[in-house]
């Protein structure tokens, strides 16, 4: 039964996030700790559903030219190798916990900010710093490595503080920058332990999730406002931190 209700709830939120440009990690992770799977499959499997949602994310932005490639190579040269590096980090499932509420916290408030911002749909571009957005790229592909959330949540709301894009310029920038360290950090993560899980029903997650994902980023979005949509999703992720935070605390 556990299983199944994860399942529905991964597909939920591969629709959504995918309507965003993000891929679902940090709240694949938080879920799958919260239904208590094995430690060591947890950020493998919130990987490669990222890797699946924003596959056709990042092929939908490329068709529509919307992602700002010299933007993402700058933040990519730094994140691909430190996301590679974060998964091969060896931390204690304590340690991977705490780290994963305080990302999520962080993403959550960083998204409502955004979202509340007068022009939020349209920010004004302006030149950016190149070794400012390598920094960046560098510890978020950490982050991402370690904990299995992709980034791109931690992404964005920076790119419209620093006006690098405009909206739509963002959301696909940082699909593409999700997918690229979710490969590498999936293979970091497999490399210090592998993968292995004793429920074979797991494999059906990857599955609902390509559906979620192609639903939302072709249809969701035409329905909701970009708004509505980061609200919507900053609620889901500060509502998996605090659960996180109530479990570890032993409250429930």
């Given at each position: 039964?556990?299983i199944f209700?994860l399942?529905i709830?991964?597909?939920?939120?591969?629709?959504?996030?995918?309507?965003v440009?993000?891929?679902g990690?940090?709240s694949y992770?938080?879920?799958?700790?919260?239904m208590g799977?094995?430690?060591?499959s947890i950020?493998?499997?919130?990987?490669i559903?990222?890797?699946i949602?924003v596959?056709?994310?990042?092929i939908?932005y490329a068709r529509?030219?919307?992602i700002d490639f010299?933007?993402?190579t700058?933040?990519a040269i730094?994140?691909?190798?430190?996301?590679?590096?974060g998964?091969?980090?060896?931390i204690s499932?304590n340690?991977?916990?705490w780290?994963?509420?305080?990302?999520?916290?962080?993403?959550g408030?960083?998204l409502?900010r955004?979202?509340f911002?007068k022009?939020y749909?349209e920010?004004?571009?302006?030149?950016?710093?190149?070794?400012?957005?390598?920094?960046?790229?560098?510890?978020?592909g950490?982050?991402?490595?370690?904990?299995g959330i992709?980034?791109?949540i931690l992404l964005?709301p920076?790119?419209?503080?620093?006006r690098a894009a405009n909206s739509k310029?963002?959301?696909a920038?940082?699909?593409?920058?999700?997918l690229?360290n979710?490969?590498s950090?999936l293979i970091?993560q497999?490399?210090?332990h592998g993968f292995?899980?004793?429920?074979?029903?797991?494999?059906?997650?990857?599955?609902?999730?390509?559906?979620g994902g192609?639903?939302g980023?072709?249809?969701a979005?035409?329905?909701?406002t970009?708004?509505?949509?980061?609200?919507?999703?900053?609620?889901l992720?500060i509502?998996?931190?605090?659960q996180?935070?109530l479990k570890?605390?032993?409250?429930?």
């Amino acid at each position: 039964m556990q299983i199944f209700i994860l399942a529905i709830a991964f597909f939920c939120v591969a629709l959504i996030y995918s309507s965003v440009g993000f891929g679902g990690g940090s709240s694949y992770t938080a879920l799958l700790v919260l239904m208590g799977v094995a430690y060591n499959s947890i950020a493998p499997i919130s990987l490669i559903s990222n890797i699946i949602v924003v596959s056709g994310n990042s092929i939908n932005y490329a068709r529509s030219k919307a992602i700002d490639f010299p933007l993402f190579t700058y933040l990519a040269i730094a994140s691909v190798p430190m996301a590679f590096i974060g998964g091969l980090v060896p931390i204690s499932k304590n340690t991977f916990i705490w780290l994963l509420i305080c990302a999520l916290l962080l993403s959550g408030v960083s998204l409502l900010r955004s979202a509340f911002k007068k022009n939020y749909d349209e920010p004004q571009s302006r030149p950016t710093n190149p070794s400012l957005l390598m920094l960046i790229g560098g510890i978020l592909g950490l982050i991402a490595g370690v904990t299995g959330i992709g980034g791109g949540i931690l992404l964005s709301p920076i790119l419209y503080q620093i006006r690098a894009a405009n909206s739509k310029q963002i959301a696909a920038t940082a699909s593409l920058f999700i997918l690229v360290n979710s490969i590498s950090g999936l293979i970091g993560q497999l490399q210090k332990h592998g993968f292995e899980t004793q429920n074979k029903l797991i494999y059906l997650l990857p599955i609902l999730v390509l559906i979620g994902g192609q639903i939302g980023n072709r249809f969701a979005i035409k329905f909701f406002t970009s708004k509505n949509l980061a609200l919507t999703t900053a609620a889901l992720v500060i509502i998996a931190a605090v659960q996180l935070f109530l479990k570890q605390i032993k409250l429930i």
